[in-house]
């Protein structure tokens, strides 16, 4: 038994989504709101074991509420933190390219915090 073969799997995660928001506080540096998006989601895997490789996609829909907070602490530039939950389903129906799991539902439910610079691009 080989003990020095390498298995490797790379999976990825991707979204668009269309965001609708509502901005209950605002002044010139605090901005908070709440959001709801909706959009397409796709997850691949692609990994193999020697000579045996395998690949694995779904698309589907996902959906997003949450809350935003931005703070500007320069007249344009600030920073924001985000806090949502997510929900997305995807389907291997009419994927040709899949070498596994033809006919399977693929479903990802989760919380994120996320965190960055923002730019206000018109000023109030």
């Keep these: 038994m080989d003990l020095k073969a390498e298995i490797i799997t790379k999976a990825t995660t991707s979204e668009v989504t269309i965001d609708c928001g509502y901005h209950f506080f605002v002044n010139k540096r605090l901005d908070i709101s709440v959001f709801t998006a909706m959009g397409a989601f796709s997850v691949v895997m692609k990994g193999g074991s020697g000579d045996a490789t ?3 996609t779904a698309n589907g829909n996902i959906a997003r509420v949450g809350t935003r907070v931005r703070y500007y602490f320069f007249h344009r530039l600030g920073a924001f933190g985000m806090l949502s939950s997510y929900t997305s389903s995807g389907t291997t129906m009419g994927i040709k390219d899949n070498t596994v799991a033809n006919n399977y539902k693929t479903s990802i439910n ?11 691009i018109l000023r109030k």
Aim: hydrophobic share 35%.
């Design 54 to 56: 395998y690949k694995y």
């Design 110 to 120: 989760g919380f994120t915090i996320e965190a960055g610079l923002c730019f206000r």
